[in-house]
């Protein structure tokens, strides 16, 4: 508003003094608000509104000097083009660092521009700058000059529409800024239609379009958008588009118009309108090639995009598949020649996500792809096919083919540093291999599903591995689909059973818990192992199903021996808990209720999870065993040792015990790292305020060697296999007799229960 008001008053010319007031008013004002305004609102990049503030002044002066200059002799006259150019200058910089910010400036863009700025200057050269030169009375190029003016305009009012094609949005700050622009080219025009009269200088009124685009710029850097004039909503691309077009049409036809218009028809004249006419030719043949080449880039671009994959940059899934594709139709069947395919899968990689973060996650693919990448041979082809999978190709023989696993086993030998970190990771590897013999079944499908087979099996052998996919495997797989449905009707026909195996005090041999463990009687193949059919039961997600099932007779068989006096109050069941049912929410609230309906208390109840639980576990599992805990239940760390060596998750839990694998107990008597390790936990667990619960004791030797060690409680065929509730309440009667011997003996003998039934099962289990 100060800005117009002070145009209308310089531009009335009330007095000398009040004029100098007004202009001052208006270019001090821009070049205040162009110093301050970006500053003020952190508008990027910096150098550039410098620039701008620098042109505001360097226009500020010429505009002040430019009256009192045209009066002094040449060549004092030309004293404001000495500010007023660099002016210009200027503020084409300027716009060059906000095009830069903006990702602007693109080969097929300067092009546009050239071809708008040869046509402006074919008009200004011939309408403007020859006739102001041949205006008598001084020298030719004070015409020139002032006939320059507006091509300078053409080349910001390009830059400014260049960056007006990257707009979606329109902002205030751009708008002014585009306004100002084309007002100047006004200013600057009117004066060189003056220059062609001869004239230099004619009234304040010409100086008006000047005052109003400095009062634009001053609005363009106060108001807030100004920040986003350095931001483009989009990238420009090659599409059509009529804004351009507006500006390239006019601009081709001009040399012809010239050709028409201009009446004097000199062979200079003529060779000019020639030479920009085939000028603008090569630029367009020019900008002709570079679309197209611009939109080969892209469509190249675009291919790869869909071929690899963004993090690694190798290629995906899709490209491996057609490139397996290819080796099997183009590699000859004979010889030892196959087609391998590896599939690998990084170990724990959720763990390193989880606990690291993704970042780190991904700077780990990276690394790992980096290092696979270098021992994989050049002519074959390494895919990342899944988050933590790579996929790989290789043709040759198999002596080849198994060297390359031991490379790529090689590359996970060290730490990897990712982040200022040391991360030790392994890969498990499965591995499928085809010839191609024109059978039809041989398919980069199934190759890849095959790998996918081996590299499953692998993993179950624990990390690190790798497996060759035999045709075994797939009846393994279908087997696995047949003991899933069959798993299904056990279910709802009850052919589920719980077994119970007592826990004892090793000082008294009585029993202070046991361990519920189900039990499957298939009305055709007889008993089958729960190692087998548990994991299938994950897989499937029957687990929460049967896991319901178990907890619910378990408590049901609890409150019927505590009622009965079969055991004792401090005696407690310990039930298995697999990963998937601790990362369901409702598990607290459901076992609630179960305990409350049998009228057990929560003390008298155990649920014994993996490390693997813990290591792995969501936020959820987390908030499920801290809530379990509150409740009062005991949680346990089942087989203790196998897992993880990060024994951190044990005072970040509220675990209460840990059972010691059966592996450690079996050396025991025999190795002594094995008694070396049980010494390590029962030490541990002592200084934690934990329980321990050694599994699997089977001989004398091996209770009396916990014993020694400090291990309190013993789970174990010594004592007897897991039994059916009846016989458990049979044997082990708070006042029955085996508890009475065992009172009587202070140590415990062998229960007489045929522990060859339990004994088979496990076998067929492990093997
Ligand atoms: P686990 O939790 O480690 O259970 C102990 C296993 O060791 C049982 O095998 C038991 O019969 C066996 N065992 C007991 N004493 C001895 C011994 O002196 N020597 C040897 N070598 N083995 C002994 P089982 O019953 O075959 O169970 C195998 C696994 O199946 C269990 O291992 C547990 O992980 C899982 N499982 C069993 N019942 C359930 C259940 O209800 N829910 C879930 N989620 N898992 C279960
Ligand atoms: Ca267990
Ligand atoms: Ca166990």
Redesign the pocket.
Known sequence: MAGIVATAVYSAGFSPLLSVLAFATVGVGTVAACFAGPRRFGAEPRAAWVLLTAAALAFLIGVVIRPWAVTLPLPFTLLSDLTTIPGYLLTASFFVLLLRARQSVQRHAVLDGLLVCLAGGLVCTLLLAVPAALVGGRPAFVGVLAAAYPLLDVVLLLLVVNLTFTATSWPLSLVTLLTAMALMGVGDLTYAVLGVSGRLYASPLLDVPFLLAFVLMGVTTLHPSVVELSRAARRPVQAWSWRRMSLLLPAMVTPFLMLVLVGDRSAGHRVTIALVGAAMVVLLVIRAVSAVQAQVAAQLHSEHQATHDPLTGLPNRRLISAEIERLLDGTPAGGDRRVWVYLLDLDGFKWVNESWGHDTGDQLVIEVAARLRSVVPPARMLARVGGDEFLLAYVGEQTGALRLVDEIRGCFAGPLSVRDTEVVISASIGIAHAVSDGDPAVTAEALMRDADTAMYRAKAEGPGRSTVFDTSMHDRVRERIELEAALRTALTRGQLR??Y?PILHLDTGRPVGA????RWDHPDRGPI???SF?PVAEEAGL?GA??TW?REEALRQLAEWRADGTVTDDFYLS????PR?LNDADLPLVVAGELLRHGVPARAVAL?MTESVMVDGSSVTTRVLFDLREMGLRLLV??FGTGFSALGYLRRFPVTGV?ID?SFVAGLGQSMEDEEIVRAVVAMSHALGLTVVA????TRLQRDALAAVGVTQG????WG??VPPGEFAGHWHAGGPAARAAAAAGKNQRLATPAGK?RN??TA?NS
Do not use: F, T, Y
């Open positions: 719980v077994a195996q361990e519920a463990l189900v192992p729960p190692m548990i687990i049967i896991g178990v039930v298995n808990v697999s049912q014994e089942d087989d059972k059966r599994e699997g004791v089977e789970q174990g065929w010594l296999p897991a339990g099962q496990l289990g």
